[in-house]
């Protein structure tokens, strides 16, 4: 959703009132799958298979976000077991929670409490048939676990997005002396059915979502370290293109849908 006609651009020093500061994060991560998808969809990104996951509250976050650690760079391929919802809608595998979920802890004062629905990152399923939301676990590799939410939750996303993804890290921790704090990556098909049915026309179309195609990625929504004309922003901007990772088009500041959070794989 396009940032409310009319307000300021964000800067530095008034650091960004996106959407997402006045509304619930499910919008904001509707939004991110909108656009997302419509990315994919202009690109003709190839659609491929089948995932779940299980809903947890978000807790546990810190202030400087996660630790940074000295773990491998390697990332290793997925064996998490199938989950196969019954029925996507009425039992979604997402981060979809109720909305009395535990608000997420943010380090950044002028982003507002956030107390609406819960989203994590789908945990692939074993099987799959290739297309979008639908990538098997033999498609996808899990991040090391740097790259885990403040929940713990495991990050997932094409094996050469997260090699990638693994040697854009260890730049930036070299630069800052800590991990990037990823939010999101992939997201499977049942998951977007159920947000779709959560959100209405708000959220991507399933099938449709770059995060579907497991070459996605949100860092935290934290504007105050992240957000647009923040030094770590900056630098992911300059440098992460040097590992395939980019923020593309519509996501930069003074574009119609702003989204400081995400980036894409390209190469
Ligand atoms: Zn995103």
Redesign the pocket.
Known sequence: MPRPRGAPPPTAQTPLVRTATRAPRWVVVAV?LVL?GATAGAIGLTLRADAARTAAPRAGATATGSPSTTQSSTVAPTTEPTRTPTKAAAAPSTGVAAASATPRPNPCPLDPPYAGPIFVTSTPAASGDGSNGRLPASALARLPSWANDPMGTPQYLRPDAAAALVRLNDAFRGRFGSTMDID?TYRSYPDQVAIRAALGTIAAKPGTSR?GTGN?L?VQEWSCIYGFGTEKRDWLVANAPGFGWVSPSWAREGADNP?Y??YEYVA
């Open positions: 991110c997302a999101l995060h996605a949100d989204e959070w995400h």
